[in-house]
């Protein structure tokens, strides 16, 4: 007996790679209907907690990764590390996400008491954390940016991209904006990223809010099934290191575990600038209140992922192409995953069986790991993919504004490549009423209402609060749109 189970949408068949074909047999037992799904949360979880360190600071590296994993923190403390089973009696430690401005992280030799290094981050990344780009400078005002092109949403997270796989070989997915930063969810969604996170969002378009106000439901992110993508706004709960910081922290706690019961399956996010390098007894008391909760029962309900491990999760259970085949005894299970990102890194799949017992092991192929329970039919399969992610710099690129002129009543536009474009809705220039577009190729003319001056700004905006785009530069040779420049000076 042969069956496919395909939760990828649409597509013909494909032989993929010897590296995206994945193989595990199985000695299984009182075989009367097999059937595999993937479980709705890796491992078969149904509460997860997702906490995110901003801003490349030291103690994310030196205090929040030794309280997780284990070790000497810098706080002078040796922690036992936090984790949980797997389901399978496996223990996984508790991971975070490095919210990284990779313009400030550091060299050992630079001796930092403020930054983290890039040797503490690969560290980090080898034991399951992750990167979110929060661009390669900090810029936490508009009106004060740092670095070459701060109206230039594409650059500023492109520039971090390049400096993030120099030193890693890593390609995150995920992009958080700079402060309330306007610009980037819209650019980051045609750079190819599967979510945006802030601490607001802007207008919304065809993609899921996850509304800091409530922790949310696995229904609220299924829309991964249709679009692939999703806006995250995060929490913070303010001074994690004091005793009323702490007690936020774990109401919040207390409010997700009583809502996931009855198979409901809840999540909540949080992020943090700290913690402080002197209280890391404070910081690991609101984790070890997760462990330890009364609701987790065994310590068994709970997945302390990264947001990217998360995401990447629903896309892997989503694009991977899974077939089973019975031999006698033996249960041949085939997941495709030539489907996937090529940056995704957690390729992880969590498998539910029904209709047999799992005997044994016979055989693995490609997979780092395997894990099974026989009593709950559960089985995890483990794969991190090393040397996928693909150069930033050979990426293909939207046309980019290279020049604004001021010219009478009209800004002069120069791109780099060539556009096509009619509509003048996505452009303003404060104080003007912008009246026509008009050009070709690389050079367009945007005309004002009254005389344009060097010094003035325009602003190039992609989509009009729904998903309907408010602009319609495309380009020419690529039909990739063109990215969100906020304010972008004009000479």
């Known amino acids: 007996m042969k069956s496919a189970r395909n939760y990828k949408i649409g597509g013909g068949v494909v032989i993929p790679p010897p590296s995206d074909r994945l193989v595990l047999k199985l000695n299984v037992n009182a075989l009367t209907n097999p059937l595999l799904r993937p479980a709705d949360f890796k491992y078969n979880k149904d509460v997860v907690f997702m906490g995110g360190f901003d801003d490349s600071n030291l103690s994310h590296l030196r205090l929040a990764y030794p309280i997780f994993q284990g070790g000497l923190a810098m706080d002078g403390i040796t922690y036992p590390g936090l984790r949980y089973s797997d389901g399978t009696g496996k223990m996984i430690n508790f991971r975070g996400m490095l919210v990284m401005v990779a313009g400030d992280v550091k060299e050992e030799s630079d001796n930092s008491t403020v930054y983290h290094t890039w040797t503490q981050a690969r560290e980090a990344l080898a034991n399951g954390w992750e990167i979110s780009n929060h661009t390669a400078y900090q810029d936490r005002d508009q009106s004060s940016r740092v670095g070459p092109h701060p109206w230039d949403s594409l650059n500023n997270l492109l520039d971090a991209e390049k400096k993030i796989w120099q030193e890693t070989g890593y390609r995150p997915t995920i992009n958080t904006a700079p402060a309330d930063d306007e610009g980037y969810m819209y650019t980051a969604r045609e750079l190819g990223y599967i979510a945006h996170s802030s ?195 050979l990426q293909i690129l939207p046309a980019q504004i290279i020049s604004l002129v001021a010219s009478g009543n009209t800004v002069l536009i120069t791109y780099d490549k060539a556009v096509t474009q009619s509509l003048i809705t996505a452009y303003t220039v404060p104080g003007k009423t912008v009246v026509s577009i008009s050009g070709t190729g690389k050079n367009w003319t945007l005309t004002c209402n009254s005389a344009v001056n060097p010094g003035d700004t325009m602003s190039y905006r992609m989509y009009n609060g729904t998903s309907s785009f408010k602009g319609d530069a495309i380009t020419v040779s690529t039909g990739k749109r063109v990215c969100d420049y906020i304010n972008f000076p004009i000479s």
Not at 199 to 227: C, G, H, R
Not at 262 to 286: C, L, R, S
Not at 320 to 344: M, P, R, Y
């Open 199 to 393: 601490n607001t969002y802007e207008n919304n378009m065809d993609v899921v809010i996850w509304d800091k106000a409530t922790p949310a439901t696995l229904e609220q992110f299924m829309s991964v099934e249709t679009t692939g993508w999703f806006n995250l706004v995060r929490e913070n709960f303010g001074d994690e290191s004091s005793s009323e910081g702490v007690g936020r922290y774990k109401e919040y706690i207390d409010v997700i575990f009583s809502r996931a019961v009855n198979g409901a399956k809840w999540m909540g996010n949080w992020y943090t600038h700290g913690p402080d390098p002197t209280k890391g007894a404070q910081f690991a008391e609101i984790y070890n209140y997760i462990l330890n909760h009364p609701s987790n029962t065994n310590q068994n309900r709970i997945w302390i992922p990264s947001v990217a491990e998360f995401l990447q999760y629903l896309h892997v259970k989503k694009d991977s192409v899974i077939t089973q085949e019975i031999n006698g005894n033996v249960l041949t299970i085939t997941v495709d995953q030539s489907a996937l990102n090529s940056n995704f890194r957690c390729r992880d799949i969590s498998l539910l069986a029904t209709g047999f017992t799992i005997g044994s092991i016979q055989e693995i192929e490609g997979w780092d790991d395997v894990t099974f329970n026989s009593s709950t039919g559960l089985i995890n399969l483990y794969k991190t993919a090393v040397n996928k992610a693909t150069d930033p710099s």
